[in-house]
């Protein structure tokens, strides 16, 4: 008789709805394929994992993106780290290593669920927290498998086939007043329609997908859709749905785009210090 198999780490959940602390697993170590498929359900069950302070080299992070699918290189190419092109840095260090007093990207805080600007959008995301502040830059994170349950039928009768745009010049540079996209790069990232609420493809459960790069609502006069969707923004989140982490430098988070909002929260630029490293995994288009 076989030994029975016994899990190569433990979960802990951070709630009872979502995110779950992986211990006993070093992520400095190349995964098996036993441990790497117990890894992936516990992301589709728990959707996000946090994993305690330990040194991930950019290298390592990218190898695990990779075991999760094909990884991004985003079209915001000042962001690129270490010659990874897959890692996009945010930092408001200046080459001296001092605060320099600068947000390094404000669209982040606001509710928004990665790649939702693309027509295949992000599946996983994985940050490092190389610097941490004492205070403020926290991610929070909103399990929108929730979100779309808790609204009444006829919300959801109203959403069933709606279908909105999202737009990366839209969150970023005009929302945010973040430098301007370069021509070359709108090129890359033109607007794309998802539906509203998709079906997550592995678990097949429904959430509410919309978020800060959402602009407009198809066949909806404009303001029109921009109500509606800060609306709908506004409605998802709930403090029993939600997770929020207070990091300390080292740990990694990897968390699932397709049924989770995400937002980091402010802190003091010219006086906190705050690096973070992360690579994202394309997925596929939403239906
Ligand atoms: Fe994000």
Redesign the pocket.
């Known amino acids: 008789m076989n030994a029975p198999d016994r899990s190569p780490f433990t979960a802990h959940p951070l709630t009872p709805k979502l995110g779950a602390r992986i211990e006993g697993l070093p992520l400095s170590e190349e995964m098996s394929d036993a441990t790497f498929d117990a890894l992936y359900a516990a992301f589709l069950r728990y959707q996000v994992l946090l994993f305690p302070s330990q040194d991930v080299p950019p290298g390592r992070q990218v190898a695990l993106a990779r075991r999760f699918g094909e990884v991004q290189v985003h079209v915001m190419n000042q962001y690129h780290a270490d010659g990874y092109p897959e890692l996009y840095r945010l930092s408001n260090l200046d080459e001296h290593g001092r605060p320099n007093g600068k947000h390094p990207d404000r ?2 805080l606001i509710w ?3 790649g939702s600007w693309q027509r295949r959008t ?1 599946h996983a ?1 994985i940050i490092y927290g190389e610097v941490m502040p004492e205070t403020g830059g926290e991610t929070h994170f909103c399990d929108m498998y929730g979100a779309y349950e808790r609204l009444d039928d006829d919300w959801k009768k109203r959403i069933e086939t709606m279908r909105a745009v999202h737009n990366l010049d839209f969150s970023r540079t005009r929302r945010h007043g973040e430098e301007p996209m370069t021509e070359a790069q709108k090129r890359a990232a033109p607007p794309v329609d998802h539906p509203v609420v998709r079906t997550h493809p592995e678990t097949r459960r429904r959430c509410l997908y919309l978020g800060d790069h959402a602009e407009s609502v198809v066949g909806m006069p404009y303001d029109d859709g921009r109500a509606l969707i800060d609306d709908l923004n506004a409605r998802a989140v709930h403090a029993d749905l939600t997770y929020e982490h207070h990091w300390t430098a080292g740990e990694l988070i990897l968390w699932d ?1 397709r049924c989770v909002m ?3 929260t402010p802190y003091d630029p010219a006086t906190q210090k705050r690096v973070i490293r ?1 690579c ?1 995994v394309i997925g596929d288009e939403p239906s």
Do not use: E
């Open positions: 669209g982040t928004h669920t990665d992000g995301t785009n995400h937002r980091a992360r994202t």
